[in-house]
């Protein structure tokens, strides 16, 4: 008999879904209590932990291993920096270094050359820098003699202005390394380096 206004008090007609698929299996297991199997659980949680912490040790151990075996040896770090004796260099004149690869010019400059590369306006340059942004001492110029247009070794004291020229490609280059003409879009790059003494440059 159905109560008033149609309303039913029980579902005895709706089938309850069945969760087992979803249970852990020794949940399942009606012989055992729920406090055996979490202890199970629990074990097995720490079996995973520790063989996981043990793994990552292990791995950790190789990295450290394999960075180490990657480092660079002394030679090969004292490739990375060079010292020039600047008493080797005459005034005037220009000496060519192998360094990192790849050629160094270093130029040791007269009066007229360091007046005459202050003197040049800035504004008419491609890529413009002064003089003295360029070198530490106006005494000494250094730069990679690599050319900025396709990679060219230069020839070092030559060209339409007194500097650096590229054979490749006919580009002219000042005695500050600053394009002067030709297609290249930078000055020649000037590396770090420092004085430690008068007589002594350290690039690198």
């Known amino acids: 008999m159905q109560p008033p206004g149609g309303v039913r008090l029980a579902h005895s007609d709706?089938?309850?879904?069945?969760?087992?698929?979803?249970?852990?299996?020794?949940?399942?297991?009606p012989n055992k209590s729920s406090q055996e199997s979490s202890e199970g659980r629990r074990v097995f949680s720490y079996l995973v932990t520790g063989a996981t912490a043990a793994v990552g040790v292990?791995?950790?151990t190789l990295v450290s291993q394999f960075v180490s075996s990657m480092s660079a040896s002394a030679d090969v770090l004292a490739l990375f920096k060079i010292e020039i004796k600047l008493c080797d260099i005459p005034e005037g004149k220009n000496m060519t270094f192998k360094w990192r690869g790849k050629p160094l010019f270093v130029r040791h400059r007269t009066d007229k050359d360091i007046a005459t590369e202050e003197a040049v306006n800035i504004v008419e340059l491609r890529?413009?820098?002064?003089?003295?942004?360029?070198?530490?001492?106006?005494?000494?110029?250094?730069?990679?003699?690599?050319?900025?247009?396709?990679?060219?070794?230069?020839?070092?004291?030559?060209?339409?202005?007194?500097g650096y020229h590229c054979p490749c490609h006919g580009l002219h280059y000042d005695a500050s390394g600053r394009i002067r003409k030709g297609p290249a879009p930078l000055n020649l790059e000037v590396p770090y380096y420092e004085f430690p003494d008068d007589d002594t440059v350290m690039v690198g």
């Open 14 to 29: 709706v089938k309850i879904p069945d969760f087992a698929d979803y249970r852990r299996h020794e949940v399942n297991d």
């Open 127 to 162: 890529d413009p820098q002064h003089d003295k942004d360029r070198v530490i001492n106006p005494r000494w110029v250094i730069v990679l003699g690599v050319c900025t247009h396709l990679g060219c070794v230069h020839i070092a004291n030559a060209g339409e202005f007194g």
């Open 58 to 60: 292990y791995a950790k």
